[in-house]
């Protein structure tokens, strides 16, 4: 499967979407493990279940995953992140011109 993003790839990002966030969106977000960096994430669903003595996150936070499912760094490394670290949603690749199309892929 090819990956949804590559570095280089270039991105068209909208910091106030339309509707609310859905599971499959992919966001650009400040990572909460290093200041002044920023991730590009999909949006997840939470587990039903997490680690013993961890409560589900409240409706305020965003469970953010890695396309690859390798050890990458993501919700299931540093936890649930809050809504107000999401800077937009990417909704489109401009570059380069060989990859240019939509990344809004959002799951049912």
Known sequence: ???????????????????????????VARDP?????LLVKRVGVAPATLDPGRER???RTVYLVADSPGPGRDSRHFGPVDASAIVGVAWFRYAPASRRGSVA???K
């Open 57 to 59: 996150p409240p409706n």
């Open 1 to 27: 499967m090819r990956p949804t993003l590559v570095p280089g790839d270039r991105l068209y990002v909208d910091p106030r979407p339309a509707r609310p966030l859905a599971p499959g969106d992919v966001v």
């Open 33 to 37: 493990e290093r200041p002044g960096r």
């Open 105 to 107: 892929v959002t799951f």
